[in-house]
């Protein structure tokens, strides 16, 4: 059974940081692509930032233009972990925060998108106080 577990989130005040991970278990997502996705208070769901397998065996980093500059992605392909580092958070980066993680590289138009991945984990609170 696959699980995401995600660590990290809390309360801060704005322009602190924060660091989100999440660990997976039960296969392995090196191949593939795992980010991150938030969802405000009455909000949709949205892409905030992921990682995807190249052929040219890196991963290839990609970030939401709302956190670019503030936010950076890392993986870790032998432990199976992505992270997210917050930093000069702001009010509006509030939001439940949710790992993602797909066996597959999606293909670009569903990269961004909650289609594009089949594995979602629990979500943890980010809250930032103004």
């Known amino acids: 059974q696959v699980q995401l577990v995600e660590s990290g989130g809390g309360l801060v005040e704005a322009g602190g940081s924060l660091r989100l991970s999440c660990a997976a278990s039960g296969r392995t997502f090196a191949n593939g692509a795992m980010g991150w996705f938030r969802q405000a208070p009455g909000k949709e769901r949205e892409f905030v930032s992921t990682?995807?397998?190249?052929?040219?065996?890196?991963?290839?980093?990609y970030l939401a233009d709302s956190v670019k500059g503030r936010f950076t992605i890392s993986r870790d392909r032998a432990k199976n972990t992505v992270t997210l580092q917050m930093n000069r958070l702001k009010p509006e980066d509030t939001a439940v925060y949710y790992c993602a993680a797909d066996l597959t590289s999606p293909e670009s138009q569903v990269l961004f998108t909650t289609s594009g991945y089949e594995y979602w984990g629990q979500g943890t609170q980010v809250t930032v106080s103004s």
């Open positions: 990682t995807r397998w190249n052929s040219g065996s890196v991963y290839d980093g």
